[in-house]
């Protein structure tokens, strides 16, 4: 059972990237999925989380990622996404995608907050923004 992230990168400021994880050994099914992101000297942010089965919110942007980055997940794949534009160096970070592997009813925002929920999680891939 193992999170494969992957896609990150050095890319100049304003440009965009697609970080992926592929799970293996479970099925992504419709499970609360998460992006993480430690930047250097600092401490684990959510960046966004998602929850299909939320009563309410269950899609949350950390503030300053909102209408720049989107989650998303490839059932049939088995893939989620972090589909990240308008980058700019304070998105420089390792990211890190996480599953909760049951069936809730909480937001987004709950999981985000909480990542010591998250029951599995990739090995982290490095975004560098930098010109």
């Known amino acids: 059972v193992q999170l494969q992230a992957s896609g990150g990168g050095l890319v100049q400021p304003g440009g965009s990237l697609t970080l992926s994880c592929t799970a293996s050994?479970?099925?992504?099914?419709?499970?609360?999925i998460g992006w993480f992101r430690q930047p250097p000297g600092k401490e684990r942010e959510g960046v966004s989380c998602?929850?299909?089965?939320?009563?309410?919110?269950?899609?949350y942007y950390e503030d300053s990622v909102k209408g720049r980055f989107t989650i998303s997940r490839d059932n049939a794949k088995n893939i989620l996404y972090l589909q990240m534009n308008s980058l700019n160096a304070e998105d420089t970070a390792v990211y890190y995608c996480?599953?909760?592997?049951?069936?809730?009813?909480?937001?987004?925002?709950?999981?985000?907050?909480?990542?010591?929920?998250?029951?599995?999680w990739g090995q982290g891939t490095l975004v560098t923004v930098s010109s």
């Open positions: 996480a599953v909760y592997a049951k069936r809730t009813q909480d937001s987004g925002l709950y999981y985000c907050l909480r990542p010591y929920k998250f029951d599995f």
């Open positions: 050994g479970f099925t992504l099914d419709d499970y609360t």
């Open positions: 998602f929850n299909s089965h939320a009563s309410v919110g269950g899609t």
